[in-house]
């Protein structure tokens, strides 16, 4: 059987933007605008001075649906000023209306149809898909109306909030207090639009590690009558997600947090906003296992307790089961460990097969008799990807979800046999992570350019069907969350060439077009220094191990403060531009994240320098223990002002600084000792003279590249001299990404890989001038992104060749969990290399060639002579 994948229809996205004044509706990828502020007879007013249209829905409708247009009367009227009235009654209308219907389910919409006033056969069948559409004399007494359709329940909803979106109100209106966009007038264009179906079927995020920001803050400050996330605070998670076009979550499970189930009114509200439930990789059958399996933890096993287990998801599938879930089958521990039971790999993989039956039984039992029509997943996370790969046998019909690493780096992708499976594949991402080696779960940091170049690999090898985030407390991964459920919804709209417009397309959304070059170009920098090193991250030795120092030259520590420095300047500056109803909201997305990273930095790279100063520099030594402290107290300010004054205190115990408590200590990062007060000087240093000199190393690029005085040059992989492709397989740089911001790798991902001993006729290449001062023996490093072969333990293969010499084969293979694989993720970048022979000085060239796609170059650094570290990944260059 072959598998064809959907592609969306349409690509009509469209974006906000303020401009002269007016609000304007700037054409996405389908060069059509929808909303204007001013419009002629042809236009549909949505509402104009003392006029606005009202809303009609049919009541028989889903329940999202009256949810979604009362939101649309609400959003209308924070534009205009002017309140949409609503009804359920539209044979008593009069003049012109927006009618909202769900085709096959609406008798609103459906008397249209039956009329020959709309044809809907360009939505009928399809998934999650919607029309926008000006519709003349659709009813007596209606000269017009603005019908918005969509093939199901959820496209209906998506329809209307679309329509939201594109009068000016932000998705993040609530989440992150963007203010809409007042205008006392919106025309609809009488082209309309048509959206869908999406390019991932179910598309979704994860509530995980909650204990330090959402459950504080949901418990304490917004739903204090539920004491948790309960059914108050996830309305606001659904109607978010249904903003983002996304459709699906795995609930909050900490220990800190009641089941999902604990409160029975939490699936009626996600089954009112129309929200697939499902629950994480570690939680069959929709169960939360830390708050729920209330027997012995050693009961948990399956080989030894197979009716008391059953009986556990019996239970829930009989509760839930007339609910739209996703169900998670297979097995794991009680919280994120290996199954109990079976020792043996062989015995594991029959206790998994035999649990896969029992499970569809109950599904077969209590949700349709026929359980290949039952969504479900099984994730592979961790140890249990060892099993899949060992002949684990999933049934046909099951949704494969592969994990990244934790680290944003997809660890397996399916083969083209695999991609014949009728359920197909999906993604479980992490954008926030607690765990081994290090966690991050305070500042949002992963770039967008990462997770384009993962998460579209997975979509081109056929993970179309699942794609969930992992985004810790919700906030503050706005950014990242909003790219990840844009890529799922449409993955033609974020490619290499548009990939660097995302930025400024999310801020001018939120902020309006006038700062948002400014804001996009903080934001870009802002992700290339945390992808470098994460402010959760800094620290240079794991748990458990012997402190150590950064590995970093002291010109590259202050070329790094001062980087950080210049951004906060900017966003100083900026934000005594902001008008006063967007600066709540650019302290939450902007502000805050940049100063938090920036000031981080400070604390741990001056308390640093005071442990090394003190000694042979006491005056400096004070003048970095002062520094640290400051940055320390700053820190704590920055956090109490989002906590305690932002939005009037809305979000108040909601952020918390890393590391927040003494919980999980082995996976997170050391409190940094601070020197005591007395030891601080009482007034700072002028700054250190050698910013200058920094600056002028950072800009210089020279072409071609010299070796210099130590014999070492770093290159970015992104500055090439030459190129050559082969049969349309090329490499090709990718905005944004890696250390350097300016990677390459092979397209496309799915190319196959050239005959080894025929690289230089078949591979395609990439060349790099290098002028050597003499002859010798040269080692060129390869730095490579942490990123996984697409072709399970094969390691991540290139071959290099100096001028005519043959290609030598670079191979690395850092076995996820050793202490390689955990250095390279926390530092970005893992290394290679080769000796190269140097016949002659003078200028030669540097061949790079493709082996496997899949693999991620970011730098390559040569050193001639012995001694020289090409490891480095911060040395000069360009």
């Not at 620290?539 to 950064?550: E, M, Y």
């Not at 100063?595 to 308390?607: C, D, E, K, V």
Request: proline fraction near 7%; glycine fraction near 8%; include cysteine.
């Amino acid at each position: 059987m072959k598998i064809q994948f959907p592609v969306p229809k349409s690509t009509r996205f469209l974006q906000c933007v303020l401009f002269g004044g007016a609000l304007l509706m700037a054409a996405g990828l389908s060069g059509q605008s929808l909303i204007t502020t001013e419009g002629d007879a042809k236009y549909f007013a949505l509402a104009q001075p003392g006029r606005v249209a009202p809303i009609c829905y049919d009541s028989t409708d889903a329940p999202v649906v009256g949810i979604a247009a009362r939101d649309l009367a609400r959003d209308v009227e924070r534009v205009t000023g002017l309140k949409p009235a609503l009804s359920t009654e539209w044979e008593a209308l009069s003049g012109a209306t927006v009618l909202i219907g769900t085709l096959g389910r609406s008798r609103l919409i459906e008397a249209l149809v039956s009329a020959g006033k709309l044809d809907a056969e360009r939505i009928r069948g399809k998934w999650e898909t919607f029309m926008i559409s000006v519709v003349q004399n659709p009813f007596p007494g209606v000269p017009r109306a603005l019908v918005i359709a969509g093939s199901d329940r959820r496209g209906t909803a998506f329809g209307v909030y679309e329509l939201s979106r594109q009068i000016g109100v932000s998705p993040w209106n609530w989440w992150a207090d963007v203010p809409p966009r007042k205008s006392p007038a919106l025309y609809v264009h009488p082209r309309g639009m048509l959206l869908g179906p999406p390019s991932v079927k179910y598309r979704g995020i994860f509530l995980n590690d909650e204990d330090w920001g959402l459950h504080p803050w949901a418990s304490r400050t917004f739903e204090p009558e539920s004491g948790d996330i309960g059914p108050k605070t996830y309305a606001r998670i659904f109607e978010l997600l249904l903003r983002l076009k996304a459709n699906t979550l795995w609930p909050a499970m900490h220990p800190t947090t009641k089941a999902f189930n604990h409160f029975p009114r939490n699936k009626v509200v996600a089954d009112r906003y129309a929200i697939v439930m499902g629950s994480s990789h570690a939680e069959p059958m929709l169960r939360n296992n830390v708050s729920e399996w209330t027997a012995p933890k050693a009961d948990f096993n399956y080989q030894s307790n197979r009716d008391g287990v059953l009986g556990y998801w019996e239970k829930r599938v009989s509760e839930n089961g007339a609910f739209e879930n996703l169900y998670t089958i297979g097995m794991r521990g009680i919280h994120d460990s290996g199954i109990m039971g079976a020792q043996s790999t062989a015995e594991k993989v029959a206790l998994l097969e035999g649990i896969f039956t029992d499970q569809r039984a109950l599904l077969a039992q209590y949700v349709n008799p026929n359980p290949a029509a039952v969504p479900q997943v099984f994730t592979p996370y961790k140890e249990v990807l060892e099993l899949y790969r060992a002949g684990l046998s999933v049934p046909e019909d099951v949704t494969i979800v592969f994990p990244d690493d934790n680290f944003g780096y997809i660890r397996s992708f399916p083969n083209a046999g695999e991609r014949q499976r009728p359920g197909g594949f999906g993604v479980y991402y992490h954008l926030s992570y607690l765990g081994a080696p290090l966690a991050y779960l305070w500042l949002y940091t992963t770039p967008p350019a990462l997770v384009w170049q993962e998460m579209s690999k997975a979509y081109d090898h056929g993970a179309r069907t699942l794609w969930i985030a992992n985004v810790g407390d919700l906030k503050p991964a706005e950014i990242g969350m909003s790219f990840f459920l844009e890529m799922a919804w449409d993955i033609h709209r974020w490619n290499r060439n548009t990939l660097p417009a995302f930025l400024r397309d999310w801020t001018s959304r939120q902020f309006g077009a006038e700062h948002a070059g400014e804001i996009a170009a903080i934001l870009e920098d802002y992700f290339l220094l945390n992808f470098q090193r994460k402010p959760e991250h800094l620290q240079w030795w794991l748990p458990g191990q012997k402190v150590k120092s950064h590995p970093l030259t002291e010109v590259e520590v202050q070329h790094r403060l001062g980087e950080f420095e210049r951004l906060v300047e900017a966003v100083a500056r900026l934000e005594g531009q902001m008008p006063p109803e967007y600066r709540d909201a650019f302290f939450e997305l902007v502000a805050y994240p940049v100063r938090g990273a920036a000031l981080a930095n400070q604390r741990y790279f001056y308390a640093e320098a005071y442990a090394r100063n003190i000694n042979d520099h006491p005056m400096q030594a004070r003048d970095d223990a002062a520094r640290a402290r400051l940055a320390q107290e700053q820190l704590i300010a920055e956090t109490r002002r989002y906590n305690e004054e932002i939005a009037g205190g809305k979000w108040r115990h909601l952020m918390a600084l890393e590391p927040a408590d003494n919980q999980w200590r082995g996976f997170r990062i050391s409190p940094i000792p601070l020197p005591a007060e007395g030891l601080a000087a009482d007034s700072l240093l002028p700054d250190a003279p050698e910013m200058a000199t920094i600056v002028m190393l950072n800009e210089k690029n020279p072409d071609p590249h010299f070796l210099e005085e130590e014999d070492l040059i770093s290159i970015a992989a992104g500055d090439y001299s030459g190129r050559q492709d082969r049969g349309g397989v090329s490499w090709e740089k990718i905005p944004g990404l890696g250390r350097t911001g300016r990677a390459v790798a092979v397209f496309p991902t799915t190319a196959a890989s050239p005959d080894p001993g025929t690289l230089r006729k078949t591979a395609p290449w990439l060349d790099y001038r290098i002028t050597f001062p003499r002859a010798g023996t040269a080692v060129a490093t390869v730095h490579l992104l942490p990123v996984h072969a697409l072709v399970d333990g094969q390691g991540l293969r290139l071959a290099i060749g100096l001028d005519d010499q043959a290609p030598q084969e670079i191979t690395q293979n850092a076995p996820v969990g050793s202490p390689e694989w955990a250095q390279g993720v926390l530092d970005g970048v893992l290394t290679a290399s080769v000796s190269l022979n140097v016949a002659t000085a003078g200028e030669h060239v540097l061949r790079v060639y493709m082996m496997d796609a899949g693999v991620v170059l970011d730098r390559i650094t040569v050193g001639l002579g012995e001694g020289v570290d090409t490891r480095r990944s911060e040395k000069r260059g360009h």
